[in-house]
């Protein structure tokens, strides 16, 4: 009884907002590679992918099920909320008192909520963390679940498989030869037989990531709410929070691989979308360590994983006490997904538009307004259109899309190309106080675009251009 409702509790913090808002960019960069996979092109030879081919291999699985929908990761993306947070609850309770247990839940499934989309973070943490929960009595069993979290994400099975041998009692060496084994059986296909596409991509994309990292918050520039104000410090309480532990807790190490990867994570990028794995690597260890600890010490660690709690649960309530208006994703993908009104009007004008002037496996090219300066891009509308990308990249990534010889590579891809929507969202050149935020000087693509391609229609931020 007690896990059935500690299992709806989840389902109802995280999936409350399950059918609300779509994410042009990262929403529409796994499901624009799910597409390709399932149509059988091979990652990082016929696209260009960063991330290990775990998520984009389960999403094609579901584009395989279900055909292209929005609903379907997110559904499973449920799944896996519930899955973490129990695991958050199971390995506190190994050691604390239920109410420490119930704590290092609530404060995992309010990370878990939001932002809540479909990349590999989540998959490796139910994979790893389960390999640590099963780790003392179940050797093999956590060891694979470890290597195959690799799959989806390897610095987070890594540290995983690390923490399951710490946290084992017998045949760590096992353990670690069955993650191992895993890992490389998931893995080595892809190496041996596309690794001179796929490393550049994954680990030389590294290089290409510090174009994006952003100062670490410590200057508020949101008044004085206080709801505000504990969103902008989160980053911060986290870091304090490692600090803590270190110096009042260290009595479990399990999860201190986890949270030294999640640490690394955060500062790489100090933003929402980067603070999951820490947030629910530090909860645990916070529970952990409050329950041994008296006086000062299990105070000080309890307020901040009360700050986590509170920063997770606050989020979700006021997200649903300040809904925005929300309209239904047209286009037979949306599966009951809404959009804001603003975009779904103009979605519907958009697709009925394009599906009539491009025929079904035509391209359409979403370009940025220009691109010697990107922040983000909509693969997501090829997925709404039911029209494929003419080009490899799906992802307007600054230092790959933004160099010349990308953007010949591109021009290259689109000769056959006839229509052209250009997505004028302020997200698309958001300037940030980072190298991203600076214009490359290189807009061969926007100048082509130009030439090549007239406007004919404007539908909100989608201005259509049609070959000249």
């Known amino acids: 009884m007690r896990w059935a409702l500690l299992a709806l509790a989840t389902l109802v913090l995280c999936g409350v907002t399950i059918l609300w808002q779509v994410e042009p960019h990262d929403e529409g960069l796994m499901l624009a590679w799910a597409g390709r996979l ?76 939001f932002p809540a989309g479909p990349g590999p973070n989540a998959t490796a943490l139910a994979l790893g963390l389960g390999a640590i929960a099963l780790a003392p009595r179940r050797a093999l069993i956590a060891g694979a679940l470890a290597g195959l979290a690799c799959f989806f994400r390897v610095e987070i099975g890594v540290a995983c498989a690390i923490g399951a041998v710490l946290e084992s009692e017998v045949a760590r060496a096992r353990l670690a030869a069955a993650a191992l084994a895993v890992a490389v059986a998931t893995l080595g296909p892809f190496v041996v037989l596309l690794g001179g596409f796929m490393l550049p991509q994954t680990v030389g994309f590294v290089d290409e990531q510090r174009l994006q990292r952003l100062p670490f918050p410590l200057r508020p520039h949101v008044g004085f709410d206080p709801n505000k104000l504990l969103e902008f410090w989160l980053p911060l309480i986290l870091v304090l929070g490692c600090a803590a532990w270190l110096a009042l807790g260290r009595r479990r190490w399990a999860l201190a691989p986890l949270a030294l990867v999640g640490l690394g994570y955060l500062l790489a990028r100090a933003d929402v979308y980067h603070l999951v794995p820490l947030s629910v690597a530090l909860a645990i260890l916070l529970a952990g360590a409050a329950a041994v600890r008296a006086g000062a010490a299990r105070a000080v660690l309890g307020v901040l994983l009360a700050l986590i709690v509170l920063h ?14 929300l309209a239904a994703v047209p286009g037979g993908v949306g599966d009951g997904v809404r959009t804001e009104v603003a975009d779904a009007q103009a979605l519907r004008a958009l697709v009925p538009y394009v599906r009539a002037r491009v025929p079904t496996g035509d391209p359409v090219f979403v370009a940025n307004p220009r691109f010697d300066l990107v922040h983000a ?79 004919v229609a404007r539908f909100g931020v989608y201005e259509v251009r049609r070959r000249r």
Request: hydrophobic share 45%; with cysteine; proline share 7%.
């Open 38 to 113: 399932a149509d059988g092109q091979a990652p990082y030879r016929d696209f260009w992918c960063n991330y290990a081919p775990g998520q984009p291999l389960l999403l094609a699985g579901l584009v395989k099920l279900f055909g292209p929908s929005l609903l379907a990761w997110r559904v499973l993306r449920l799944v896996v909320d519930v899955v973490v947070a129990l695991l958050a609850y199971v390995l506190v309770r190994r050691r604390a008192s239920e109410g420490w247990a119930l704590a290092g839940w609530l404060a995992t499934a309010g990370a878990m909520a």
């Open 377 to 455: 891009g909509d693969p997501l509308l090829n997925v709404i259109v039911d029209r494929p990308n003419p080009t490899r990249y799906d992802v307007m990534q600054p230092g790959i899309v933004t160099t010349a010889k990308v953007q010949r590579e591109m021009i290259g891809e689109l000769a056959r190309t006839r229509l052209v929507v250009v997505w004028h969202d302020p997200r698309a050149t958001l300037r940030e106080d980072n190298p991203a935020g600076r214009s490359s000087g290189v807009n061969l693509l926007g100048d082509y675009i130009r030439t090549a391609f007239r406007p």
């Open 312 to 325: 997770g649960v606050e989020r979700q309530a006021g997200r649903i006490v300040h809904k925005p208006a």
